[in-house]
């Protein structure tokens, strides 16, 4: 669910870290940042 909320807000050009302070504990955050990447690495 958090992550879905997260790919939302991508989709709505909120920035990462914007979801980063809103995201709740640190394993939430961590799978965030390695989704952030895994968006990164499919970009380039």
Known sequence: MY???GLE???SS???KELL???G????KL???Q???LFDEVLE
């Not at 504990?25 to 939430?28: G, R």
């Open 25 to 28: 504990s640190d394993s939430e």
């Open 21 to 23: 302070d809103e995201a």
């Open 35 to 37: 989704l952030l990447k």
């Open 3 to 5: 992550i879905e909320k």
């Open 9 to 11: 807000k991508i989709t």
């Open 31 to 33: 799978q965030f940042e």
């Open 14 to 16: 909120i920035s990462p």
